[in-house]
């Protein structure tokens, strides 16, 4: 099989079956959407979604967030990973959205990264799920199935790699959809310790790299 064939096997599956998919964080804005996916780093959006009510009624936007303190902030997010320099980041990431963009998160990907605790992947699931650009946002989930799938080469040890190649291959309409599909089988069956294979569609095409 080539790599042409594989990818379109496995684009064909999820167009067919998961043909509306988005991100399991529960958000009311862009700046919402920002923090919870900010939180979610090494966390699960299940916990995610635990804190971020309480977080929100309280600081609903950036303004709000902007004036609060890093150890205020911590109390609501306390129960998730790295809680001190999450809220650090949140803490700061506000004050930076108020002085620098007026309170609004910016489309521009140089923008995003630019604020703090915004990494490239955050600000990749920024430009697919909220502004709707091709964006692959390149996660755990996503940096272990694509390797597993035979969708990379070994070679493409970083996620910046493993996007630039799953890029290069799946076709632009497709890409933010194609972030959550990964993610998604990757959280769900292609785990990490234990991969259901039994459950996968593509057990008879899978390369088996574990």
């Given at each position: 099989?080539?790599?042409?064939e ?9 167009r067919?079956h998961?043909p ?5 964080l529960?958000f009311?804005?862009?700046?919402q ?8 780093a ?5 916990r ?9 009624a ?8 902007a004036?609060a303190?890093?150890?205020e ?5 306390r ?20 002085s620098?963009?007026?309170g609004?998160?910016?489309?521009d990907?140089?923008e ?26 390149v996660d ?13 080469p ?57």
């Amino acid at each position: 099989m080539t790599k042409k064939e594989r990818y379109q096997r496995i684009l064909d599956y999820f167009r067919e079956h998961q043909p509306v998919v988005t991100t399991e964080l529960e958000f009311g804005s862009a700046f919402q959407l920002l923090c919870a996916t900010l939180l979610s780093a090494q966390c699960t959006d299940k916990r995610i979604n635990q804190v971020t009510p309480a977080l929100f009624a309280r600081y609903p936007d950036a303004r709000t967030m902007a004036q609060a303190e890093p150890e205020e902030v911590f109390e609501y997010v306390r129960s998730v990973s790295y809680p001190n320099s999450k809220a650090k980041h949140l803490v700061e990431m506000s004050r930076m959205l108020v002085s620098d963009f007026d309170g609004e998160v910016p489309s521009d990907m140089d923008e995003l990264v630019r604020l703090p605790g915004v990494g490239r992947k955050t600000a990749n699931v920024m430009q697919a799920v909220w502004f709707g650009r091709a964006a692959m946002a390149v996660d755990t989930h996503v940096f272990r199935v694509s390797h597993r799938l035979g969708l990379v080469p070994q070679r493409a040890n970083t996620p910046l790699k493993v996007e630039q190649e799953l890029m290069r291959h799946i076709p632009a309409d497709d890409v933010p959809n194609a972030h959550h599909w990964l993610l998604l089988h990757g959280r769900y069956v292609c785990t990490s310790r234990k991969p259901h294979c039994e459950k996968c569609p593509f057990d008879a095409i899978c390369p088996k790299i574990i």
